[in-house]
């Protein structure tokens, strides 16, 4: 089955920017969401098909997918954004959701 | 807006059963297909399964395949989850999830705790 790699922690300082990367084989041939999950509550979606903001997320989220990575940049990092990242994909070869390991972001 | 409610969870003992609920509201619910994914403690996602909008088909998480039954009822604008044969790691947070064929999960809910335990 399809597997999404990302690492587990990324630190940056306020006003930094911060990448977090999903690596999957020929990524670029799947649409690849993104999710932040802050302590205690329910994942909510922060980017969609690569690179779009659904309504009400900042202009600091964006998302890029090329060959085998796909990434999430957050600009200008603010002391709220420190949550879990997790990348998703729909893998049509198996018929299931696959979602990353989750990325930890730490506001330094 | 946009709203998904979980019930049904609990403290089940190992071998036994569960139903949770999925009820939405503030929009057309028989146009989205719906998701369950889980959070075990400390961990990260885990999609389970995912019913399409007319029921027309259905997918499980390989683990679970066998022992959980989802389904929904459009009039009443709720997805189902038949859990059974119940197992420790089956402990979790399980969400609903509203989505579209492309894949994405664009409503949580608030999620429900299921604990498996003797």
């Known amino acids: 089955s399809y597997v999404l790699t990302q690492p587990p922690s990324v630190s940056v300082a306020p006003g930094n920017t911060a990448r977090i990367t999903c690596g999957g084989k020929?990524?670029?041939?799947?649409?690849v969401h993104w999710y932040q999950q802050r302590p205690g509550q329910a994942p909510m979606m922060v980017i969609s098909?690569?690179?779009e903001r659904p309504p009400g997320i900042p202009e600091r989220f964006s998302g890029s997918n090329s060959g085998d990575t796909a990434t999430l940049t957050i600009s200008r990092v603010e002391a709220g954004d420190e949550a879990d990242y997790y990348c998703?994909?729909?893998?049509?070869?198996?018929?299931?959701?696959?979602f990353g390991g989750g990325t930890k972001l730490t506001v330094l | 807006e946009v709203l998904l409610v979980e019930s049904g969870g609990g403290l089940v003992k190992p071998g036994g059963s569960l139903r949770l609920s999925c009820a939405g509201s503030q929009f057309t619910f028989s146009n989205y297909n719906i998701n369950w994914v889980r959070q075990a403690p400390g961990k990260g996602l885990e999609w389970v399964s995912t019913i399409t909008r007319s029921s027309s088909y259905i997918y499980y998480e390989d683990s679970v395949r066998g022992r959980f039954t989802i389904s929904r009822d459009n009039v009443k604008n709720s997805v189902y989850l038949q859990m059974k044969s119940l197992r420790a790691d089956d402990t979790a947070v399980y969400y609903c999830a509203r989505g579209s064929p492309n894949g994405e999960l664009d409503y949580w809910g608030q999620g429900i705790l299921v604990t498996v335990s003797s």
């Open positions: 098909y690569d690179n």
């Open positions: 020929n990524i670029e041939t799947k649409s």
């Open positions: 998703q994909v729909w893998d049509g070869s198996s018929d299931h959701v696959v």
